[in-house]
């Protein structure tokens, strides 16, 4: 499973699972764009990789939410790191978990333009140069909840609906340029998620982790490499994955 010569961009790399996806392409030979708010954790990932790896990255301080800067980002890069082999469409988040009746539409604006439009913005950019070199791979991340609505999850599962929706839509889209997508939805992931969710409030967010084993983003950026590194002809379209004791969204076997 190896990915020398291939340039993969990943989008909220500065932590959890979009981190875990750099470490595990750069340890595979892949040379890295990375994206995300927080540019200072993205520099110490880069150092860190180019030491352990002798991985080259290209750092971008970028919100996804902003089409303009999305735009100059992609457009300014140069031309030994245009042509795009790999993009992971990752960066994402809920915020708050209430009834949609109590909803703060600012939490709602947020989930949907990162999660949603973010991914479009990204994705929008990088696709014609893949479709004209008919080569190249979409990793999305979904999730469980666009598969299922959980209460209170209404904007946040909407907007992963969403992602399965559009991760659909490129695979219909795409079908004979040569470009493969995939669409990855876990199950509850132990990342700084949870923590944002709940606005900083440390003791709820380890509460969703607590009483089980949760999957680590270690396990997703593990099914990652394994979607981007299949013979040419394999296109993984939908990945499911959920730790051990979580059977749907809201039945989890926790010992308390
Ligand atoms: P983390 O909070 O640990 O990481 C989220 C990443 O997204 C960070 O790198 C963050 O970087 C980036 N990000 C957030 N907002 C923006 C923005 N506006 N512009 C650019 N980057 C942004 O969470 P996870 O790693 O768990 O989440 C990654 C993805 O996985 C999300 O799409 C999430 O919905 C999905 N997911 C998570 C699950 C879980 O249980 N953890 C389960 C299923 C799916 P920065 O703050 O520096 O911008
Ligand atoms: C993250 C998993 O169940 O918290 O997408 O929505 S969950």
Same mark, same amino acid.
């Given at each position: 499973?190896?990915?020398n010569?291939?340039?993969?961009?990943? *989008?909220?790399? *500065?932590a959890?699972i979009g %981190?875990?996806i750099a470490?595990t392409?750069?340890e595979a030979?892949?040379n890295l764009?990375?994206?995300?708010r &927080?540019i200072?954790?993205l520099k110490?990932?880069a150092e860190?990789?180019?030491? %352990?790896?002798?991985?080259e990255?290209?750092?971008?301080e970028?919100?996804? &939410?902003?089409f303009d800067?999305?735009?100059?980002?992609?457009?300014?890069?140069?031309?030994?790191w245009a042509?795009?082999d790999i993009?992971v469409?990752n960066a994402?988040?809920a915020?708050?978990?209430?009834?949609?009746?109590g909803g703060?539409l600012?939490d709602?604006?947020?989930?949907i333009?990162?999660?949603?439009?973010?991914?479009?913005?990204?994705?929008?950019?990088?696709?014609p140069?893949?479709?004209?070199?008919? *080569?190249?791979?979409v990793?999305?991340i979904g999730?469980i909840?666009?598969?299922e609505?959980?209460?209170?999850?209404?904007?946040?599962?909407?907007s992963?609906f969403? #992602?399965h929706?559009?991760s659909?839509?490129?695979?219909?889209d795409?079908?004979?340029?040569?470009?493969? #997508?995939?669409?990855i939805a876990?199950?509850? #992931?132990e990342t700084?998620?949870?923590e #944002?969710?709940?606005d900083?409030?440390?003791s709820?967010?380890?509460k969703v982790y607590q009483g089980? %084993?949760?999957?680590?983003?270690?396990d997703?950026?593990?099914?990652?490499?394994?979607?981007?590194t299949?013979?040419?002809?394999?296109q993984?379209q939908d990945?499911l994955v959920?730790?051990?004791?979580?059977?749907?969204?809201t039945?989890?076997?926790? %010992?308390?």
């Open positions: 499973m190896n990915l010569g291939k340039i993969a961009f990943i *989008s909220g790399a *500065s959890g %981190k875990a470490e392409f750069a030979g892949a764009i990375l994206s995300a &927080r200072d954790k110490v990932l860190d990789l180019h030491s %352990k790896f002798g991985t990255t290209q750092l971008i970028l919100d996804v &939410r902003n800067k999305v735009e100059a980002a992609i457009k300014n890069l140069r031309s030994a042509n795009i993009l469409n994402g988040k915020k708050g978990l209430d009834k949609i009746q703060l600012s709602w604006e947020e989930m333009d990162t999660n949603v439009k973010g991914l479009l913005y990204l994705s929008r950019l990088i696709l140069g893949m479709v004209e070199r008919a *080569s190249g791979h990793v999305n999730s909840a666009g598969l609505v959980y209460p209170s999850g209404n904007v946040y599962c909407a992963k969403a #992602v929706a559009i659909k839509g490129m695979v219909i795409l079908n004979g340029t040569g470009v493969k #997508v995939t669409n876990p199950g509850l #992931v700084e998620f949870a #944002v969710r709940f900083g409030d440390k709820r967010a380890e089980y %084993k949760p999957l680590e983003a270690q997703i950026a593990d099914i990652a490499l394994f979607a981007v299949r013979k040419h002809h394999v993984i990945i959920t730790p051990l004791d979580q059977a749907t969204a039945i989890v076997n926790k %010992k308390q």
